[in-house]
């Protein structure tokens, strides 16, 4: 998954944001990535291509989902997370420039894998004439996108935005572990509200930020 660089001007209180789950794991499992991405750049293999493949596997998932096949839902989110680390890392070692196509690929599919997914549990509690959890499973979709939206726009202003517990790898650990419990109404319940807490926790980080810089910017111009 490709992730945005940190912003050169970034205020000291931006950069002393303390590294995330994402970051955690990359560096984990960076040696193993390494290894796979080497094999992968001497094969001549598109990043955008992985990106591809990652988004089209979650019909999979969502299909496996829809039929109340929780466990292998889970087993193959397992299976397919690998792709979601590589593209990036991928075009890190065929020297891509950041932040270009490939990252709006990546950051837009990303985006539509989880509508996809979450178009599972949609199904199945449709079909489950299951209007409660249909709700619920509607909060967490949009809470998951917002989450996105809310850094991506951050990040358009200048304001580094990575915090709050249910980013992207958090919410698909979250699924991994109901599913394989068959559990997934408590999923869609804990995402649900984590995903809404994530969104009221970066609105207040940007807000504080920008009013901090924008009282930066004034004591400037009145010295």
Known sequence: ???????????????????????????????????VVTVLAKWRLSPDTLTILGMLAHFILAALIASGQMFWAGVGMI???????????????????????????????????EIILYGGFIYFYFLADNPGMLAVAYIAVSGSLMVSYTRSIAESLGVECKVGLFSRVERYLVLIVFLLLNQPDWALIILAAGAYFTVAHRILHVWRQTMAKAQEDEDESNN
Do not use: C, H, W, Y
Not at 3 to 8: A, L, R, S, W
Not at 9 to 28: C, F, G, I, Y
Not at 81 to 100: E, M, N, V, Y
């Open 1 to 35: 998954m490709t992730t945005p660089e940190t912003n050169d001007t970034a205020t000291p209180a931006e950069a002393a944001e303390k590294p995330t789950l994402t970051d955690r794991m990359r560096a984990l499992f960076f040696p193993v990535i390494d290894r």
């Open 79 to 113: 299976l397919i997370a690998p792709l979601d680390a590589l593209d990036g890392s991928l075009a890190r070692k065929l020297g891509r420039k950041q932040g270009g196509f490939g990252a709006f690929l990546d950051s837009t599919l990303d985006r539509l894998a």
